[in-house]
């Protein structure tokens, strides 16, 4: 695979149409194929064989590049079929993290085979499914291109085969828990245009909570100064982008400068911590399996996933140590866009690295309706609102905002 066709793919799958049939067949035949498959969690391991052939250094130069990323602490040997021999360099995957694009993982000499040995797709073709179906007791699809889900069997194989274990989120719990102030009020700032009207030194509030590329202004962040930084994105935060490597290089800045707690979902972790280790004492961990909406308290480190980082995160976070909040930064978006929403230029990261994120990760994108996920994100946060607000929790809105749920809570509507 040339280097211009992982390039136009990713573009295609961020800006193309939506065809949300083909993304559903694409989650039910991904779906299937599991069900034949023993979990990675119940497997016995001794070695990882990525399959099919590559063909280019461009395709392992990207494959190597996710190998570093999320199978950094994984102790098996990993081999990749057809890459003997093959040289690759950071110019073959201009996307990545160039840190990323190397060959020290993967094993060479003869793949090894035998039920011990789990085969991994990288690249789902009815070609290499069929040769795969033997084995396909011992196999893990992990194709980013293919269906979300499938990009996904990177985190059941870290998580299977990682040589230790990650901490609790009950055990970090305290971290958070122990900066409450009864009877304070906290600021939640988001990354939208309207954030550039807060004036961050004049900020009040006892706790200030932000998220996600706010790390990259560095006159934000040291005026501010955050008590706590949220981010729970599988691509923009947790993936082997340039992007990705931006973000965690301006979120350790971030941390050195300040004494702000990181929070993030205990499904990433692990993953963090294998390439972040300092981040260690400064983690709080918050598992995202609750059926309802909450936050944390003593006897539950637990939240909803509702894939935005307000409802997410920050929210619960503010809940668990406020009982006033002030929301700033949240515009929403219009129905004429054509991406999620627009950002802040003072917070947000280049075209580029933007660019970067949809060429590594275009089976995310692809499986987004951005105009479904606002409405889902509108009626999530009405909801959390109103089981806030029945718990004695008050949220105001002070920035413009196109947000329903914000307006009706002080914010001046956006035209």
Not at 72 to 100: C, E, K, N, Q, Y
Not at 133 to 147: C, E, K, Q
Not at 165 to 173: G, V
Request: glycine share 6%.
């Amino acid at each position: 695979m040339l280097l211009s066709e992982i390039v136009r793919r990713g573009e295609v799958a961020a800006h193309g149409p939506r065809r949300p049939v083909n993304t559903r067949l694409r989650r039910a035949f991904h779906a299937a194929f599991r069900r034949f498959a023993v979990p990675e969690a119940a497997a016995q391991v001794d070695a990882i064989v990525f399959e099919p052939v590559v063909t280019s250094p461009a395709e392992l130069a990207d494959l190597a590049a996710r190998i570093n990323w999320y199978l950094a602490d994984v102790d098996v040997p990993i081999f990749v079929t057809g890459s003997d021999g093959m040289t690759i360099g950071p110019r073959d995957a201009p996307h990545m993290d160039p840190a990323l694009v190397h060959a020290d993982r993967i094993a060479s000499g003869p793949v090894p085979r035998g039920r011990r040995v789990r085969s991994v797709l990288h690249r789902v073709t009815v070609r290499s499914v069929l040769a795969i179906l033997p084995r396909v007791r011992s196999m893990t699809i992990a194709d980013p291109v293919f269906a979300y889900t499938s990009e996904n069997g990177y985190y059941r194989l870290r998580a299977a085969l990682a040589g230790h274990r990650d901490p609790t989120p009950m055990s970090t719990l305290p971290l958070l828990l122990q900066r409450r102030v009864p009877a304070g009020r906290a600021l939640a700032l988001g990354t939208g245009p309207s954030a550039g009207e807060l004036d961050a030194a004049a900020v009040t509030a006892d706790i200030r909570i932000v998220c996600n590329s706010a790390v990259r202004n560095v006159d934000l962040i040291e005026k501010l100064k955050p008590d706590v930084i949220c981010c729970a994105d599988p691509v923009f935060h947790f993936g082997p982008s340039r992007y990705a490597a931006a973000f965690r290089a301006d979120l350790q800045r971030a941390l050195r400068v300040t004494d702000a707690l990181l929070v993030v979902p205990a499904r990433y972790v692990g993953l963090l911590l294998a390439h972040l280790p300092e981040a260690r004492d400064r983690l709080v961990s918050l598992d995202d399996t609750a059926g309802d909406w909450c936050w944390p308290s003593e006897t539950r480190a637990q939240v909803r996933l509702s894939g935005n980082v307000l409802t997410y995160l920050m929210l619960p976070v503010a809940f668990a140590l406020v009982d006033e909040v002030d929301v700033a930064g949240c515009d929403g978006r219009v129905a004429s866009e054509r991406y999620f929403w627009k950002h802040n230029p003072s917070i947000q990261y280049s075209d580029e690295l933007m660019r970067d994120v949809f060429i590594t990760h275009p089976a995310f994108f692809r499986s987004r309706d951005y105009g479904d996920y606002y409405a889902r994100h509108l009626r999530y946060l009405d909801e959390f609102l109103a089981v806030g607000e029945a718990a004695g929790k008050h949220v105001r809105g002070v920035t413009p905002s196109h947000i329903p749920a914000l307006i009706q809570r002080g914010a001046v509507p956006l035209s």
